[in-house]
Every structure is written in structure tokens, then in C-alpha cells.
């Protein structure tokens, strides 16, 4: 049988390792999908609902599985569809590669169905790499050049192929002028250490300081032994950016845990007053969290070189593997016998796990969010891989989500795009299909698109290994995080034509399509309902009533935000009396625990 274009481009995924493609079919990708057919379905062909699921989707499987992640589209509004979800991919440095179609050649340039200049489209999504295969003899190099920069470079990649290309007999590159040839998949890559000269002017910095703080991020990942180290031999404090908060057990006393206007009170404490800092593979944005400029002197150590020195003030810049660049660091690290800054940061911890644990109890009408996720931490089991949502159930996950042991967990880190909660959930069941999955999601983000892939779970939950996978919806009928942001941030009322949602029973619709639904609306049943979707034998769908006037009060709430958000209750909040109540209460056993 003829070998096709679209038959060569799945035998090269295959030989690349690629046993998933998340996508969704049209006639832009026929020869594709016939392809599949007849390669036994080798990638997988995963069906979402939605194009942009297929793309964050590749996103959850290749945070959680450190591989390539690939989604496919057709052409015009497929390939439109997948933007956000390769967005999501830029901002957070995630390898995914898009394979869309495109119309014939023969049509291109004359308006003709579902044309779109994709090269337009995807050129700053796609920047590191962005291709047209219009002619056989560009594979295997264009696709295996993909895959390569999708890897080295952490970013999303695009491959566009026509669709009369797709059915051409495929034929291989030749020992010829202007023919470009490619070589056998492989993975392995160099690690890179910076000079010498460079580990000893950061050994020095941080041995003269007598606060060390450390910042890791999601480049950390696979230096976790060495910062513990580093951590013990300075008695320095380790916060964690948002998509770093997996790199480090939360048993640890002296993780302070998440660090920003999501952050704990602990971390605000250590930047505030350390005189040293380190940071770790991480990008953190938002420097008004990290210490005052000139208060700190600071050393970074980053793979990219162009993240770096582009947040604080840094002293010495390294840049090279995180653990590779740590192990040739400790080595001239003097161990600090002063241990007070140590026991200080330990004791900023214990006190801020108290508080959350009292904030948690607090009164609600008729579920405090903040017990939901209480409640849930303690069952998680080690092995368990945690999703959130945008919104305010990633304020919930990122102080309240206790990591340990093996744990995995993340979101839309830096886009923070509503939606990915349960299609990253779906990515990390491809990824570990015998490791339970969690995804914390707002009832808008089910409302957007979180309803529809529930319908993918009920397709193919059969075939993974340990079934569970709950989706618990934060069902307060309010787009919270929002809301309040005009209360705090522009001094505005709750403006309930934009912010009050639907009501929606979500365990009801997982009923409806042979999931089990669990409705809660009495705290006292949380942690039974947990127990039940933990131990479950197939998906849950745990729909919690809660109170969506409980503020997220970040524990370093400026002046200007308090003054704002009673500005917004003086103006005729409609809520305004259970925010005031719920604030109170909240930031009373902050004060009392603090």
C-alpha cells in the first residue's frame, strides 16, 4: 500500500514516543485522520469537545508528563480555536506541538472556505518555529525540527499542512541540492553549568548573607535535593512561585509556600526581611512581592538566559541547569551556624497553617470555599496529581493544597486563562493513567467549557488504569475572583448583570452522561463526600454549594485595596453586609493565630 504524507507524519510521531494526539476532526485534516484509521490508531486520536480543549489538553499531558505534548486541527476555525490553549503554552514554557490543516494548494489565496492566513495567525504563538509542509520531501526534517525546538526551547511549535498534501505519496528527502535531510529521534540533551568564576561569585554572595531567602519555580523541578540542601547549609527559607509549588514538600517547616497576591503571609515575611536572595528557575512577574530593590543582594539561576536579571536587582546572574549549577555551587557553601533566622521562618509557618486552619471553620452560608480544599489535603494521596482552575479556586489551591510525597499539581500559571482546570485534568490521565487526579474549578469555568469535557471523561475513563478523577466545582454562582478585584482594585460594586451566574446543578449533569455526581451544600458533610470521591471506582463530580462572600483576603492587603473595597460597600454592594461580616471574621483569626 502507498505510503501517504499523512501515513509517514503518525510513523514519525511514533517513532518520536508520541502515544497521544488531542484533537478534534475536519475536512482540513481528512488525510490525517484516515491515516489514523489505518495505523491502528497509533498515537491515539484523543476526541475533546473543542479545539481549544485539545490544545490545553496537550498542555496538562506534557506538564505532568515532561514530554512533547501534540494536539491537531483542520484548518480556519480549528486552528483559530487552538490559540488560547497555545498561549497558555507560551507564557508557561510548556513543549507542545500543533499540527493544523490548511486548504489545498490549489485554492490558496482565492478566498476560498475556511481560509485563513494561518502563517498570521500563529507567527507570534508560534515564533520559535512555524512551517507550510508543501511538498513531501520536507519530512521527516520539518516535523522532527518541530518537536526538537517544542523541546529545547520549552514553547509551542506549528506544523501546517495543506490538505491535497496530506494524500501525496510520501517521499524522503534526497542526497540533493536544496533537499534537507534529519536525523533518528532522540531526547538526550546537554546540560549546561556556568563558569567557575561565576559559582564562586555566587557561593560568596550568599555566604556573607545572613537571611538567605530562596524563590523556586517550575525549573527547579528536577533539583529538589539540591535546594533542600542549599536550604539546610544556609538555614534559609524556600517560597514558591505558583508553578513551582509542586517542587517542594509543604511538610517541610521551612517552606513557606506560595508566593504573590495568591500567596501566604509567611512568604510575604521572608522576602520582606531577608537580606539575601536566591532564585531558582523561576520567571515570578510581579516584583513588588520580592524585597525592596537594593534591601537584598541577589543571585539567579535560570537555563533560559533571557529570563534572567529581568525581575529584581541581581547580583550575579548563572545561567546553566538548576541542579547541575546547585551541586557545583554547594561545595563552597559554609554552613551558617546561627540558626535564628532558620527557627524564625519555621515558627512564621506553624503559625500560618493555624490560621488557615481557623480561617477554614470560619461561618459560611452555606460552605466556607476555604474548608473545601481544608478538608481535601489531608485525604490527597501522595501519588495524586492536583489541577486548578483560573478564578478564586486558585487562591484556594495555591495557600490551602498541602504537597507531598510524589504529588504533581498546576494551572494557567501566567496567561491564567479561565477553562483549564478540567482539560489539564484530562491531560494528566493521558499522562499517569494509574495516579489519581483532582481539578479544583469554579462554577464559570465549568459554565465555559468544563460541562462539555466532562463528556470526555465519560468516554475514556475506561481506559485508565486507576479511574479516579474528580472534578470538584466550586458552586457559588458568582464569577468570584472578579468580582472581587472591582471591589479591591477599583473600588466598584459587585455588578450583578456581569457577575452572577446561572445556577446549574454540575452533579446532576454528571449524572445525566453515567458519571457519579455528589451534592454538598453542610460543611459537616465535606470531608464524607471527599471519602467517597477518593475511593470511588470511576469519575466524581463533587458539586459544593459555598459562600461567595468570603473574601480572598491576601494576608498583606495594602491600605489602597481596603480602602477600595469599602469604597465598593458604601457604594451599594449587594452583598455588602456578608462581606463585611466574612472579612472580619476571616482576618480576625489571622490576627489572633499571627
Known sequence: MTTTVADYVLRRLRDWGVDHVFAYPGDGINGLVAAFGRSDDQPRFIQSRHEEMSALEAVGYAKFSGRVGVCLATSGPGAIHLLNGLYDAKLDHVPVVAIVGQTARTAIGGSYQQEVDLHALFKDVASEYLVDVTVPEQLPNALDRAIRTAEAQRAPTALIIPADVQELEYSPPEHAFKHVPSSPPSHSWATAVPSEEDVRRAVEVLNAGERVAVLVGQGARGAADEVREIADVLGAGVAKALLGKDVLSDDEPWVTGSIGLLGTRPSYELMRDCDTLLIVGSSFPYSQFLPEFGSARAVQVDVDGRMIGMRYPTEVNLVGDAGAT??????????????????????????????????????????????????????????????????????????????????????????????????????????????????????????????????????????????????????????????????????????????????????????????????????????????????????????????????????HTTFEQTKATAEAMLKGDPDAWDVVKRGVRSKVQEILHG
Request: with cysteine.
Open 326 to 555: 546547585l551541586r557545583a555551587m554547594l561545595p563552597g557553601l559554609r554552613r551558617k551556624q546561627d540558626r535564628s533566622w532558620r527557627e524564625a521562618v519555621e515558627r512564621n509557618v506553624g503559625e500560618w497553617w493555624e490560621t488557615l486552619r481557623a480561617q477554614s471553620f470560619v461561618d459560611a452560608s452555606p460552605v466556607n470555599p476555604m474548608r473545601i480544599v481544608w478538608e481535601l489535603s489531608p485525604r490527597l494521596p501522595q501519588d495524586a496529581i492536583v489541577t486548578a482552575d483560573s478564578g478564586s479556586a486558585a487562591n484556594w489551591y495555591a495557600r490551602l493544597v498541602k504537597m507531598r510525597g510524589g504529588m504533581r499539581g498546576s494551572l494557567s500559571g501566567t496567561l491564567a486563562t479561565m477553562g483549564a482546570g478540567v482539560p489539564y485534568a484530562i491531560g494528566a490521565k493521558f499522562a499517569h493513567p494509574d495516579r489519581p487526579v483532582v481539578a479544583l474549578v469554579g462554577d464559570g469555568a465549568m459554565q465555559m467549557n468544563g460541562l462539555a469535557e466532562l463528556i470526555t471523561i465519560a468516554r475514556y475513563h475506561g481506559e485508565w488504569a486507576d479511574p479516579r478523577c474528580v472534578v470538584c466545582v466550586l458552586h457559588n454562582n458568582d464569577l468570584n475572583q472578579v468580582t472581587w478585584e472591582l471591589r479591591a482594585m477599583g473600588g466598584a460594586p459587585k455588578f450583578e448583570q456581569s457577575q452572577v451566574l446561572p445556577d446549574v446543578g454540575y452533579a446532576a449533569f454528571a449524572r445525566s452522561i453515567g458519571l457519579e455526581g455528589i451534592d454538598v451544600d453542610d460543611p459537616a458533610d465535606l470531608g464524607p463526600a471527599w471519602d467517597r470521591a477518593l475511593s470511588a471506582s470511576g469519575p466524581v463530580v463533587l458539586d459544593v454549594r459555598c459562600d461567595p462572600s468570603m473574601p480572598p483576603i491576601p494576608p
